[in-house]
């Protein structure tokens, strides 16, 4: 075929050609592409490629081959001026292949800057894993010093595999049948305009691994624990609250399910009958008596009576709402749930046990949910898996009264509600002061108005993963002195006649 090339200041257009050279001794055979480019003149018509021959500086490049990409080639070059031939290193000095050149550079760097971020996302994943796994295996270790009785080895590490191992695997067929299903995300108008992309990535991700979570710690305890069973009603309740909203923001084609309003009102319900519950149960606790706060010296117990129903109640919708607040990055309230659910582990441990093996069961199961759910993300749990994971972590704080490190640990959860209520009290306060609304952030929550200040996804992930492990440890160790300790205590003898008794207890 003959390729003609005007000067270089038309326009180009690019040819796709294949050619077959022969080395030295004609044996070996290579095949390459390369494109060269074919220029016409914009201001004159031609009626056949002989209108060109007699233009000065044109090379005509005679490439024939036999048939087949294994077949023998050969190549002639044929200069009809005395113009250099182009070396197969160099390129035509084009104005318009310069700028081609570059743009197709740019789209390559940013495609590799794409591929990063997801490489981020696995780094992400594989850092919480590593250290979740080491934090376990060391309170495993040492666990007798905390518990003071001889324990089961891998008394804690051992649900948190079994857990993650089955979600990340059952994940796999759950995934698909969502997507099949149809079973699409809603994503906000008022959110952040990359989150387009986002838009019909499954849902609902909470009916495979929180079931799950629940099933591992139930098998491991024997069906025997009533704090096990109380936490995981609870979680199910939670999660049955959660799945109401998913499936009418489906109805609805919208992401607003439930009011507001209403969904409090059924988290609030849950929460009372759950401390009602607490309330006329027998459950275990060192203390030999409920209703117990246990806080660092010199603090020591405090008794809460009544209070402590009020106290669980809003334990429940503080943290169930916390939680679905942050469920808004690939992967941030996933692995920040079980970074908490691992400190609240270690902090029950000395106090009900059996609840430290649900706690490292949940924990498990939000991990191998990442596996998923990491960025980009393959499915979102959902209400049903963001409220769930927060009445998993209320009722662990209710039955044993370690209200204190709950709040630590889920510092990310605490941050994102705050930012919220910030929000809306700061837009209101001065809408009605000035007549005009202003905004504290840029969006809330807080990790929307990072985003929109420039902040990258799996950088904002990376960094509350970093935040809450420092909590977590921080939290358990609260949670450890607080229960091991002699405390002397003060606390109202609420039977009629508000005498104050000290009493002395010791673990």
Known sequence: MALLLDSIDNPVRNIETTSHILSGSGVGKHVFRHRISQVRAMDEGFSSLDDWEDTEGIVEYMLSSSEGEDSDGEVMLNPLTDVDLPTAREHFPTTNDTLTVTAHRLAMIRRGRRKSRIKYGMINNIGLMTFLTTLLLFVDWCAWRIVRLPLEPFYLTRPFCISAVVVSCVGYVCVPLLRILKIHSIIRKEGPARHSSKKGIPTMGGLFFVPIGIIVAEVLVGFSSIEVSGAAAATLAFAAIG???????????????????????????????FSFWLDNTKISSPYSMKMLVPLPPPLGLVFLGKCYLLLTSFCFVSMANGINLTDGLDGLAGGTAALAFIGMSIVVLPICSDLAIFGASMAGACIGFLSHNRYKASVFMGDTGSLALGGALAA?????????????????????????????????????????????????????????????????????????????????????????????????????????????FIN
């Open 243 to 273: 799945l109401l909203d998913d499936i009418l923001s489906l109805i609805k084609n919208h992401n607003n399910g439930l009011s507001a309003w209403m969904r409090i009102l059924l988290e609030v319900a849950v929460g009372s009958l």
């Open 396 to 504: 662990m704080a209710s039955c044993t009264g370690m209200f204190l490190p709950l709040f630590i640990s889920s510092g990310i959860f605490v941050l994102e509600a705050a930012s919220v209520i910030m929000q809306v009290s700061f837009f209101k306060t001065t809408k009605c002061f000035h007549g005009a609304g202003h905004r504290l952030f840029r969006m809330a929550p807080f990790h929307h108005h990072l985003e929109l200040c420039g902040v990258k996804e799996p950088v904002i992930v990376a960094s509350a993963y970093v935040l809450s492990c420092v909590l977590a440890l921080f939290a358990g160790y609260v949670g450890l002195i607080s229960a091991d300790s002699e405390y002397k205590i003060t606390y109202c003898n609420l039977n009629g006649n508000n005498s104050i008794s000290e009493m002395s």
